[in-house]
């Protein structure tokens, strides 16, 4: 593959900018690719801090397994120094600064080449969906949509009783719709979310592609483990308000059971965010860059959110490492969990207390629910199952937009 940086220092950033005199048979290979997804996020991919990074950088390696030519793009523009030349060196073409100054001309030289462009997150669509269909006729056009923001910000809305966040969640939601109706194939993470898609607006080509991950395992047993442990990025509000309302309404009921049970939250961008929560008994670890000894070291994982959309990335990762969860119903929805069987579900803060306890101290509780989040994982989230999933997407895609003219 060619040298991404070299690339563009020597031909300017455009696919067709150099004629070839012969003497350069990298670049004569990437000519012969016939298959090339631009994929646009919002930022450059961080998959050790935050889920929906983790779950597109996995989904670039699909797309690469089945033959595409991965060029990705930051709306930013940055490359984030190491996490770019991550994706680079697993032969991921990336567009960055100086050698693209704009997105918007570097795809109007470029677009004709690609088959596929998925646009990632509502606002990034928002941004790029009429000029990617002016300048990749070509191309299928995919809006995964990571998790429906209308939804998260309705559930948040309710919570806190916000009149202006229930204006903010109608708005986001024309928004979301009148994308969705413009693009190829449109892409959610839970089965939830597709069927409420579908029941207001049943036209619509609605998919499933949810959080994908390798499974682990466990590396060290019940007997060795101890304390309960939160893990999400802090720049998501739905975590901001989950370990709050945990800490306030349901650690204190916790420890008058078990008072030697600590609570360590790791997380990135935690900043002054959780100072309210800096009480004894609770750590605040903030970003980790290996989680292995997090996962191998905690006997139990949390998950108390009170709202949000999507699917959980904490609950999937933690089910990687057979640590067995508690959690609310948000967070357990769209996950083909079964509450006692895979995960435990709690409603009430006596009624989460109450069953963190019972799995922390009863060990068959805690064995029955770290097999039951394999088989989970293995069966809903594994790279098999989403490679299958986009594969389905691709092949339902119309002709071209010429031909569809």
């Not at 989904?59 to 089945?66: D, R, Y």
């Not at 960055?96 to 795809?107: E, G, K, M, N, Q």
């Not at 030697?260 to 008994?281: A, H, P, T, Y």
Request: hydrophobic share 40%.
């Amino acid at each position: 593959l060619i040298n991404q940086t070299k690339f563009y220092e020597r031909w300017g950033g455009g696919l067709d900018s150099h004629r070839s005199n012969g003497l350069e048979p990298e670049l004569e290979k990437e000519r012969s690719v016939s298959k090339r997804i631009l994929v646009v996020d919002a930022c450059m991919l961080t998959p050790d801090r935050d889920s929906g990074s983790y779950r597109m950088s996995q989904m670039l390696k699909i797309f690469q397994s089945l033959g595409y030519k991965v060029t990705f793009a930051p709306v930013n523009l940055d490359l984030f120094d190491q996490y770019g030349r991550d994706l680079q060196k697993s032969g991921v073409e990336v567009l960055y600064t100086p050698y693209v100054i704009s997105l918007s001309d570097w795809i109007k030289d470029n677009g004709s080449h690609f088959s596929i462009v998925l646009l990632s997150r509502a606002d990034v669509a928002d941004m790029f969906m009429d000029h990617v269909f002016q300048c990749c006729p070509e191309a299928q056009v995919i809006f995964d949509t990571v998790d429906l923001h209308y939804l998260r910000e309705e559930r948040q809305a309710k919570i806190e009783g916000s009149r202006l966040l229930e204006a903010s969640a109608r708005s986001r939601k024309k928004q979301e719709i009148a994308l969705m109706e413009q693009a190829d194939s449109v892409l959610v993470v839970s089965p939830v979310e597709q069927a409420a898609i579908i029941a207001e607006y049943p036209y619509l080509p609605i998919d499933v592609v949810s959080n994908i991950h390798e499974i682990y395992g466990q590396s060290s047993s019940y007997d060795n483990r101890c304390d309960i442990l939160f893990i999400g990025s802090f720049n998501h509000p739905p975590n901001v308000d989950g370990i709050r309302y945990f800490v306030r309404e349901v650690f204190p009921l916790v420890r008058a059971e078990m008072p030697e049970v600590n609570l360590v939250v790791v997380g990135s961008n935690l900043g002054d965010k959780l100072d309210d929560c800096d009480l004894d008994g609770v750590t605040l670890r903030g970003y980790v860059p290996d989680l292995t000894e997090c996962f191998s070291g905690a006997r139990l994982s949390i998950a108390p959110l009170r709202y949000g959309a999507g699917v959980k990335g904490k609950v999937n990762m933690s089910m990687c490492y057979g640590l067995p969860v508690v959690g609310t119903p948000v967070a357990a929805e769209g996950m083909w969990l079964e509450d006692g069987r895979d995960i435990l579900i709690a409603e009430s803060s006596e009624e989460y207390a109450q069953k963190i306890v019972q799995v922390y101290t009863d060990r068959e509780i805690w064995c029955r629910l770290s097999e039951g989040g394999y088989r989970n994982i293995h069966a809903h989230f594994s790279i098999e199952a989403a490679s299958s999933a986009i594969q389905r997407v691709i092949r339902s895609a119309p002709e071209t937009h010429q031909s569809m003219a």
